[in-house]
């Protein structure tokens, strides 16, 4: 399933999603939540993973090997996807990239929240868009009730 392109004298209104991730990538819920949001017409994802640390120390190679990965699967889901490794603090990064960009909603992982408690919450107080936390499994760490 690619891409709609519009026909000549329509106009389709592409769905621009913000999604927040952390280490741990890409979950399948993440995917099925892109999918149903693609069945209904063209999206536009901006992946954004804040830099992770590594011993107290920017990973930016490791960062840009999970960002490349993390594309490559939700590509496969038919919507056009572009991402960013942004700062470490989710918050700033998030709200830096939302100032530039102009976004309809925001997905959240769930590893960003169990980092950083009631970011989902905080993000969708502070830019006015429709907020989902979405379930990642992580070994060892019960998933929150999405």
Known sequence: MG?????KGNVVKTHRVLIVIRDTGVSSGMLRALVA?????PVL???LLPCPRVGGVLDDAGAAD?????LALL???GAWV???VGEPDAEL???DLLSRTTVHEVLVSESVELEDPGFAKRAAILHGLPV???????PGVPALAA
Do not use: F, N, Q
């Not at 891409?3 to 026909?7: A, E, G, L, S």
């Not at 999970?66 to 993390?70: K, N």
């Open 82 to 84: 572009e991402g960013v």
């Open 37 to 41: 949001r693609r069945t209904r017409g």
């Open 3 to 7: 891409p709609h392109k519009p026909r």
């Open 66 to 70: 999970l960002l490349a990965e993390a």
């Open 75 to 77: 590509e496969e889901t």
């Open 132 to 138: 989902e936390l979405i379930a990642t499994p992580r």
């Open 93 to 95: 990064a998030a709200g």
């Open 45 to 47: 994802a901006t992946v």
